[in-house]
């Protein structure tokens, strides 16, 4: 882009020192008419180095507004997730399935408690009473995941949808396991693709932003929270977007 904006100014500055020789040797008849067209250039190439500065600007203000409205969407769904791996042991691939357990699921509330009980087997081996600590694990109720996560709202019934870009889109949702150590751990993935935020937007600043590798961006050509691959449930974002864990 540097290298653009300094042909355009190169070009501005020559069309300039061409409207002086134009001034100082052209006919005088022939003047009004080059004039207007040697102005007509500055005024192209002054608006297009313009742009060249102005809309990447644009783009990151849009960008940076998008993304923070879909990274909401992904912190609700990896919360339900999360939910539902605390009360199924496992996650989901479908949204269907997803909103039927927020609506219908419920957390056992319990309480650990310490406690102490004889030891049938050294009381009598000792032939006096001895006890042994224990924990007791107390069942106190219930509470319903939808009032714990969403409260009284109902946007995680259209959870599924990507709020901005492209419309009618929706996030793409995976779920499987991993195994690790003869261990099945089970992981889950939510993501959309750039593309689909920034359809509307150039196409080439678009594809610079698929490159991006930095601390401050979002990394990659998809914004996701979770994996397929390794067992984690963050999102790809820094935190400058929010909390990514």
Same mark, same amino acid.
């Given at each position: 882009?540097?290298?653009?904006?300094?042909?355009?100014?190169?070009?501005?500055?020559?069309?300039?020192?061409?409207?002086?020789?134009?001034?100082?040797?052209?006919?005088?008849?022939?003047?009004?008419?080059?004039?207007?067209?040697?102005?007509?250039?500055?005024?192209?190439?002054?608006?297009?180095?313009?742009?060249?500065?102005?809309?990447?600007?644009?783009?990151?203000?849009?960008?940076?507004?998008?993304?923070?409205?879909?990274?909401?969407?992904?912190?609700?769904?990896?919360?339900?997730?999360?939910?539902?791996?605390?009360?199924? *042991? +496992?996650?989901?691939?479908? %949204? $269907?399935?997803?909103?039927? !357990? #927020?609506?219908?699921?419920?957390?056992? &509330?319990?309480?650990?408690?310490?406690?102490?009980?004889?030891?049938?087997?050294?009381?009598?081996?000792?032939?006096?009473?001895?006890?042994?600590?224990?924990?007791?694990?107390?069942?106190?109720?219930?509470?319903?995941?939808?009032?714990?996560?969403?409260?009284?709202?109902?946007?995680?019934?259209?959870?599924?949808?990507?709020?901005? *870009? +492209?419309?009618?889109?929706? %996030? $793409?949702?995976?779920?499987? !396991? #991993?195994?690790?150590?003869?261990?099945? &751990?089970?992981?889950?993935?939510?993501?959309?693709?750039?593309?689909?935020?920034?359809?509307?937007?150039?196409?080439?600043?678009?594809?610079?932003?698929?490159?991006?590798?930095?601390?401050?961006?979002?990394?990659?050509?998809?914004?996701?929270?979770?994996?397929?691959?390794?067992?984690?449930?963050?999102?790809?974002?820094?935190?400058?977007?929010?909390?990514?864990?």
């Amino acid at each position: 882009m540097l290298t653009f904006i300094l042909i355009v100014v190169a070009v501005i500055l020559g069309t300039i020192a061409l409207v002086k020789l134009v001034d100082k040797f052209v006919p005088n008849k022939l003047k009004p008419v080059l004039n207007i067209v040697l102005w007509a250039l500055i005024a192209f190439f002054g608006y297009q180095t313009y742009m060249s500065i102005y809309e990447p600007i644009k783009f990151n203000k849009l960008k940076n507004e998008r993304y923070v409205v879909v990274i909401e969407s992904l912190k609700d769904i990896r919360d339900s997730q999360l939910a539902h791996r605390q009360v199924t *042991g +496992k996650f989901t691939d479908s %949204f $269907d399935n997803l909103i039927k !357990f #927020i609506d219908t699921a419920e957390y056992t &509330i319990t309480q650990r408690r310490d406690s102490s009980v004889v030891d049938e087997e050294l009381t009598k081996r000792y032939g006096v009473d001895t006890f042994k600590d224990i924990m007791i694990l107390d069942t106190l109720g219930t509470v319903s995941v939808r009032d714990s996560l969403f409260k009284k709202s109902n946007r995680y019934k259209t959870m599924m949808n990507v709020p901005v *870009g +492209k419309e009618g889109a929706t %996030f $793409d949702l995976k779920a499987g !396991f #991993i195994n690790q150590n003869d261990i099945n &751990i089970p992981v889950f993935e939510a993501s959309v693709k750039k593309e689909v935020l920034l359809y509307d937007q150039n196409p080439d600043l678009v594809a610079q932003e698929n490159q991006v590798i930095a601390v401050d961006g979002v990394n990659g050509d998809a914004i996701k929270v979770g994996s397929m691959n390794e067992v984690k449930t963050n999102g790809n974002w820094p935190k400058t977007y929010g909390d990514n864990e």
